[in-house]
């Protein structure tokens, strides 16, 4: 099972259908790697499944799952498991990503709800990832996720007293780094759900960033979200980057280096020249990053 940096560099975009026939005619030199959600692929077969194969033959590729479901009390999926095993071994999928999340309990649920943070949580959810990291036989990366409602959640800045309950709560950040640990895996550190929360939840980003093992996180996630209210933010990968959230996307290349960053729309997609600013934007941060480490 690897634990060390991911094969793939610079500025990464979201694979979407409405994309594809653009990037069979070209791929564009700013764009490092692609990323794409397995259950919209995988069982595909036909005319998309030759269509993604004359990507994945060429490009470098991640994988970034949506029905893992981490934290369902329901038993674990191993047939889904081994399935997405497959699909990644078969086009060369260089990660594999999930939400630090659950979505499924006896059935699927078409949302991405939190988890407690709780120790109790922390070793369900850890135990889950050890299996499904055993099973594909490589390192499982986990995405801090945006939610709107903490079921247990004790703040960023109220650390939980030493000699707490198992179901005592935790903050936010103190959930994501025990689960990184406990469990041994990776992180994809999603800038815009850091933002989002923050505002959400009333929170340092800087604070939280500055809490975050460098050593777990592989990749980042930058998006665009709904401006609700004035203190509500909804994380909904269908508009442009705001610069808020540019500028905390600054901040986490000059803590954790220029690592690869991923580009997410949703809906609301505009041509791929429109998108490609915004992935110039994500290299010239990168490379502002570069250059202060070299001097």
Same mark, same amino acid.
């Given at each position: 099972m690897k634990g060390k940096p991911l094969s793939i560099t610079g500025a990464g975009l979201g694979l979407r259908r409405e994309l594809v026939p653009a990037l069979l005619e070209r791929v564009p030199d700013e764009i490092g790697f692609f990323e794409i959600a397995p259950e919209n692929w995988m069982e595909c077969g036909g005319r998309y499944e030759r269509q993604l194969r004359a990507l994945t033959e060429k490009h470098a590729f991640v994988a970034h799952g949506l029905s893992l479901s981490l934290g369902s009390p329901a038993p674990l999926d191993v047939t889904f498991v081994k399935r997405v095993k497959k699909f990644l071994d078969a086009h060369g999928i260089r990660a594999y990503s999930e939400h630090l999340s659950y979505c499924s309990d006896g059935g699927h649920?078409?949302?991405?709800?939190? /988890?407690?943070? *709780?120790?109790?949580?922390?070793?369900? #959810?850890?135990?889950?990832?050890?299996? #499904?990291?055993? /099973?594909?036989?490589?390192?499982?990366? !986990?995405?801090? !996720?945006?939610?709107?409602?903490?079921?247990?959640?004790?703040? /960023?800045?109220?650390?939980?007293?030493?000699?707490?309950?198992?179901?005592?709560?935790?903050?936010?950040?103190?959930?994501?780094g025990a689960v990184?640990? %406990?469990?041994?895996?990776?992180?994809?550190?999603? #800038?815009?759900?850091?933002?989002?929360?923050? /505002?959400?939840?009333?929170?340092?980003?800087?604070?939280?960033?500055?809490?975050?093992?460098? =050593? %777990?996180?592989?990749?980042? =996630?930058?998006?665009? =979200?709904?401006?609700?209210?004035?203190?509500?933010? !909804?994380? *909904? =990968?269908?508009?442009?980057?705001?610069?808020? !959230?540019?500028?905390l996307l600054g901040e986490t290349c000059r803590r954790f280096g220029p690592l690869p960053t991923l580009l997410e729309r949703d809906f609301n997609i505009p041509p791929l020249d429109v998108l490609l600013r915004e992935v110039r934007r994500v290299r010239r941060l990168q490379a502002a990053a570069s250059r202060r480490r070299a001097a």
């Open positions: 649920l078409y949302d991405l709800l939190p /988890i407690p943070f *709780t120790a109790e949580a922390v070793e369900h #959810v850890s135990r889950r990832i050890r299996r #499904v990291q055993d /099973i594909l036989e490589r390192e499982l990366i !986990v995405e801090n !996720v945006s939610y709107y409602a903490a079921l247990a959640n004790a703040g /960023i800045g109220k650390p939980r007293p030493s000699r707490a309950a198992p179901d005592a709560p935790m903050s936010e950040l103190e959930f994501l990184l640990e %406990r469990a041994g895996c990776g992180l994809l550190l999603d #800038v815009n759900n850091v933002y989002v929360n923050s /505002i959400n939840h009333r929170y340092d980003a800087a604070a939280f960033l500055a809490g975050i093992p460098a =050593h %777990r996180v592989r990749y980042l =996630h930058v998006a665009g =979200h709904y401006v609700e209210a004035e203190d509500l933010r !909804v994380d *909904t =990968h269908g508009a442009d980057v705001c610069d808020p !959230v540019w500028e």
